[in-house]
């Protein structure tokens, strides 16, 4: 490949597993996606936590994630904690590479077993998880408060590795 091609071709996006050096780029990402943002020092923590690991999307030349994806470990199950791509960079098909590596790189830790739980409105999140082949395994009624005080649904979903 020569020079002018490295310039006029961007690298293809990848993903990588993120330390807490991430912690103030995860939080931007998050308070961009949800309501409830959580705080640098709050991304510090979970990051440092022993059994939570987090991964991140990259594109074009970044050095920043567009997106990561963070879960905590227990045994041989994993809970995905939260999910998120920037803005700028959704509706574009990242989100399904960056999880797929994110579930291969736990299923390579030996976690057998994936959970999470998603709102009942959130389109792209539960085509996201099916698309992966999560399947629905309950409903808690109520679960989420809206910023307006309503209350919504939460589905749970779960897949085995
Ligand atoms: C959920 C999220 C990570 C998906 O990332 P994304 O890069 O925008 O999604 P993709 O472009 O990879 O699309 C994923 C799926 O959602 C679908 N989708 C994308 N935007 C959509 C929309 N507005 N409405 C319905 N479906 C949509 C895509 O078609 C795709 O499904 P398919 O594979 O069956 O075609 C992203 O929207 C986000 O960060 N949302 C805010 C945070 C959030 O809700 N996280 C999940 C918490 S459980």
Redesign the pocket.
């Known amino acids: 490949m020569s020079i002018l091609d490295r310039f006029i071709h961007p690298p293809a996006p990848r993903c990588a597993a993120l330390g807490t050096e991430a912690a103030a780029r995860l939080a931007a990402i998050h308070a961009s ?2 309501s409830r943002g959580w705080s640098t020092l709050d991304f510090e923590r979970l990051l440092g936590e022993r059994g939570v690991l987090a991964d991140g999307l990259f594109l074009g030349r970044a050095s920043k994630p567009a ?1 990561f994806v963070l879960s905590r470990i227990v045994l041989d199950e994993a809970e995905i904690i ?4 920037a803005p700028e ?8 590479p960056l999880l797929a590596h994110h579930l291969d790189a736990l299923s390579r830790k030996g976690v057998a077993r994936v959970h ?1 739980e ?2 009942e409105g ?4 539960i ?2 998880y099916r ?1 992966l082949r999560f399947a629905e395994t309950g409903r808690r009624e109520g679960y989420y408060r809206k910023p307006d005080g309503t209350r919504v649904a939460a589905l749970t979903m779960a897949l085995a590795l």
Do not use: D, I, K
């Open positions: 996606a949800f997106g939260t999910v998120a791509v960079a959704r509706g574009r098909g990242h989100s399904r999470l998603v709102e959130n389109l792209p999140a085509a996201l698309r």
